[in-house]
């Protein structure tokens, strides 16, 4: 209720009172006296609890009503809200039209806060979501920049909410997510932030229910989708307001020059804020000068149909340039990776300081919790096109790739499984980073070259991640997207070419004709640049044989395997990787071609081998220890089949995890083994259990979880028969 109306009633209410009471009195014939104790009793009974209320002051924007506790518990917040910056400006005015659009309608009300870049669209839903959080309504943060990010931030929002099935592709999970809102009694707010296409977001929206939806975007059209409420700069006294509160000093003129130089836009208000408190400290006027004389063009180049307001290319590059190197340096790395924010995982913990730098300037921000940094996109295109002019992006983004090198090469065997999220951040920037290579025109490519050389490399490294970790759907788009960028970048018969052309290979192979053509394709071109008896030559030959057996023609791939094991052995070293690994070939095609007694005994000579050389626990070990017990298990030893899957089984689980593919698929052969041993109960239990881990972790594309559904289902079958 306004304040107004709250004054009205309260001095109305206890006069009408008085009055009333006057009259009775003197109708009664009452005394003077009396009637002023009885009238002034009156008076003060409502009058003092009505003026107590009246001076109440009223929250803005207005209380939420508070949820119903539900069935199943869910999270308060999904996604990260961003925290509340300094000194900030919570535009009364646009926060109250937020609540009035949502609070004029009880179901289904979505609002739209439009405006250009900058004008702190995101930080006004940021402030409305944290209301809510306050008031116990739950809020999902989606970031809908990009179609890609939207559909990541949707799969979020339905995996925490239980939603989400293995199977669903991102059609299904949005509408299972509209229907999940539509279906609420409780109110809950959803904000899709940096929309940019609503067709994309319309299947999102629910027809009923009591959710909210907050979307920020830059388009207008926006409009169809619900209420607009248009965000623009700053006001002269919001602007003024905001720099006085930031800066801790008053200079009214100065700061309203200052605002008008950079058209009260807050981002641009924001970073001059910063460089304003230094340290050192630098006076409003100063600044102001250097401003107008920064010799910068300006940066931010009109888009149609949305121009960039003049000083903010300035504002950008001045605080930057007040940063010291190495916080710049920082700056140009984060501003070239992927707009999905940077762990502080992927940083060096020297460079804590530079990022701190970053944020108290204003030129990177935070998530909630800290573990992520974030750098506006107009400072990103600040940066990037400063960069650009200056020829150093090619340098920039060279210097992103060996930050991310470093980080994913550092990966051991054993840590990959329970590094993978940081491994596949890594993919993403690696992405974001061949991107901007590839933007590049092809008569420039000189200049880019070594920054290619590096984010082909690490790409190269997330996909052989991958490959060991049986994770094929994922790692076969990147290790072609490495090969045709090597070809392009090196040639065809580029020694670097050829290996990325063996990594393709080897992440194809599923028993694919494809597999075995790329190995025989790559062992021919490596045999006529590098030599028959180079190492990568024979190992090429190894794969493209052991790609026999996984096609079903064991037998071929023995005769094959020999040769090439014969080769090997004249040239190499006894304990080189690539004859141990055409060793561990060699045994698997013997078990393969119903040979499995010699397949045993060559397991056991590159188990004894493998412990000498690295140790009883290395990965690759237990392995070799899970193809014996498939050896005895082809063998009809059942018995130490089961044995040796068990002690495998359980060492995986404490060296890698329970959940590591390696684990998983020892687990999947230790139910083979039950079955084969009668055991059918406690096969039917693992088969159970391992289908229903692969397809939680891996994805039900994954051949691995394709093969361990397909065993249930004939176990079950089996089991009904007996």
């Known amino acids: 209720m306004p304040r107004w109306l709250k004054v009205v009633i309260a001095a109305v209410v206890p006069s009408m009172a008085g009055v009333t009471a006057w009259w009775i009195c003197a109708a009664g014939g009452l005394g003077l006296d009396i009637t002023s104790i009885v009238v002034g009793l009156v008076v003060l009974l409502p009058g003092t609890p009505l003026a107590i209320w009246a001076g109440q002051a009223e929250s803005n924007p207005g209380p939420l009503p508070a949820p119903k506790s539900d069935l199943h518990p869910m999270p308060a917040v999904i996604g990260e809200v961003p925290r509340e910056p300094k000194a900030f400006e919570p535009r009364p005015e646009l926060s109250a039209r937020v609540e009035q659009v949502f609070s004029a309608r009880q179901v289904a009300a979505v609002c739209a806060l439009a405006g250009g870049r900058g004008v702190g669209k995101t930080h006004l839903a940021a402030a409305y979501a944290r209301h809510c959080i306050e008031q116990g309504v739950p809020v999902a943060w989606l970031h809908a920049e990009t179609v890609d990010q939207l559909h990541g931030s949707v799969d979020q929002m339905a995996d925490e909410l239980g939603l989400r099935g293995d199977a669903d592709d991102a059609a299904t999970v949005a509408r299972k997510v509209r229907a999940w809102l539509q279906e609420r009694q409780e109110p809950y707010l959803v904000v899709a932030d940096n929309a940019t296409d609503p067709d994309v977001l319309a299947p999102l929206i629910p027809s009923y229910g009591r959710a909210r939806v907050l979307i920020t975007t830059n388009d207008h059209s926006f409009e169809r989708l619900g209420t607009l409420v248009t965000v623009e700069q700053f006001n002269e006294d919001e602007a003024v307001r905001y720099l006085s509160t930031r800066v801790g000093t008053r200079d009214g003129d100065g700061f309203r020059s200052l605002a008008e130089e950079l058209d009260r836009l807050p981002l641009a208000l924001a970073i001059a804020a910063a460089t304003l408190v230094g340290p050192p400290r630098l006076p409003c006027g100063a600044y102001l000068v250097r401003l107008r004389s920064t010799p910068i063009e300006v940066l931010l180049a009109r888009p149609r149909g949305e121009p960039y307001p003049r000083g903010v290319a300035q504002a950008i590059m001045l605080s930057a340039g007040e940063i010291g190197p190495a916080a710049a340096h920082l700056l140009g790395e984060l501003s070239v990776l992927s707009t999905s924010g940077v762990g502080r995982d992927l940083l060096d913990p020297r460079t804590e300081t530079a990022l701190a730098e970053l944020g108290a300037r204003s030129l990177v921000t935070f998530s909630r919790d800290d573990t992520t940094a974030f750098v506006h996109r107009l400072i990103r295109r600040a940066v990037r096109d400063q960069a650009e002019r200056d020829g150093t992006l090619a340098a920039m983004i060279e210097s992103a790739a060996r930050r991310l090198r470093v980080a994913v090469e550092d990966v051991a065997d054993q840590d990959t499984w329970r590094k993978f999220p940081m491994i596949m951040a890594v993919a993403d920037h690696a992405t974001a980073l061949w991107e901007a290579v590839e933007q590049t025109p092809d008569d420039e490519w000189a200049q880019v070259r070594a920054a290619a050389e590096v984010v082909l490399h690490v790409r190269l490294t997330v996909a052989h991640h991958l490959i060991y970790l049986n994770d094929q759907v994922r790692a076969v788009p990147i ?183 390696d684990t998983l698929i020892t687990r999947h052969g230790l139910a083979a083994a039950y079955e084969a041993a009668g055991r059918t109960a406690e096969a039917l239990d693992e088969y159970e259990w391992v289908a229903g881990r692969f397809e939680a972790v891996m994805g039900p594309e994954q051949k691995l979880t394709k093969s361990a559904r397909d065993d249930l289902e004939r176990a079950r079958r089996t089991l009904q028969q007996r």
Not at 575 to 602: N, S, W, Y
Not at 634 to 651: C, G, L, P, S
Request: with cysteine; hydrophobic share 40%.
């Open 479 to 661: 290790a072609e997207a490495v090969a045709l960028g090597r070809e392009k970048l090196l040639g065809a018969e580029h020694p670097d070419t050829l290996t990325a052309l063996h990594t393709l290979a080897h992440a194809s192979e599923d028993g694919s004709v494809q597999a075995t053509a790329l190995y025989h394709r790559a062992a021919a071109e490596r045999a006529r640049i590098l030599g028959d008896d180079h190492p990568d030559t024979l190992w090429s030959r190894a794969c493209a044989a052991f790609s026999y057996t996984k096609a079903g023609r064991a037998s071929e791939a023995v005769t094959l395997l020999d040769e090439v094991l014969a080769d090997q052995r004249r040239v190499l070293d006894p304990d080189h990787a690539a004859l141990l690994g055409a060793r561990f070939f060699q045994a698997c095609t013997k078990v393969e071609a119903g040979r499995p007694e010699e397949g045993i005994t060559l397991f056991r000579r590159l188990i004894a081998d493998h412990e000498r050389l690295f140790g009883a626990d290395h990965p690759e070990t237990w392995v070799i220890k899970g193809q014996l017990a498939r050896a005895y298990q082809a063998a009809a030893r059942t018995d130490e089949a089961v044995h040796t899957y068990e002690r495998v089984a359980e060492r995986q689980a404490t060296v890698l995890g329970a959940d590591h593919p």
